[in-house]
């Protein structure tokens, strides 16, 4: 009987579970790989990646194609079978995680609403960043702490606290952790510790 690893058969199983006969593990292996020709994500790129939505950190497959023009477009996100975490399998949330780049109510420009306006208007990003350098700025200087109330140097800053995501690589956390210590913060979570 052939060998066939479990990456085999989800691959497999994507091409086209339901046309294929009957032989090693159910399984007509040669007109699954037919079946596979023809499936939209034949021949695409594969990129790897973590769902962002929680803690689990399940690892995604992203599939893309060059397009004529150059650009390049997203053709499915599904889960990563060779990964420890999730074997292939995502929630229904982590599912959906494709409409992260295609929704149509997806927001991909900075949006910004002053204190007391009930209208949100679109910004630039270098706008957008000077902006939160500056509040950063200010609620460091406003909050920060050099000394304790027994005299003791602390030099932290109270009045930021700073959330890490599911997604962050280990180099991204690290990264992180390192500029928000050198603020001076000392409230830091980070939602996967994995
Ligand atoms: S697929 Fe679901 S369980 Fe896995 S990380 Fe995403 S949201 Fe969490």
Known sequence: MPQVTRRDFLKISAAGTGAAGLTALGFDLAQAAQLKQSFHIAGASEFHSVCPYCAVGCALVAYTKENPDGSIQLLQIEGNPDSPVNEGRLCPKGATAMQLATSARRVDNPLYRAPGSKKWQQISWDDMMSKLAQRV??????????????????????????????????????????VMRGLGLVHLEQQARV
């Open 137 to 178: 700025k200010e609620a460091r200087d406003a909050t920060f702490v050099a000394q304790d109330a027994a005299g003791n140097t602390v030099n932290r800053t109270e009045g930021i606290a700073f959330a890490g995501g599911a997604a962050f690589s280990s180099e991204e956390g690290y990264f992180a952790a390192k």
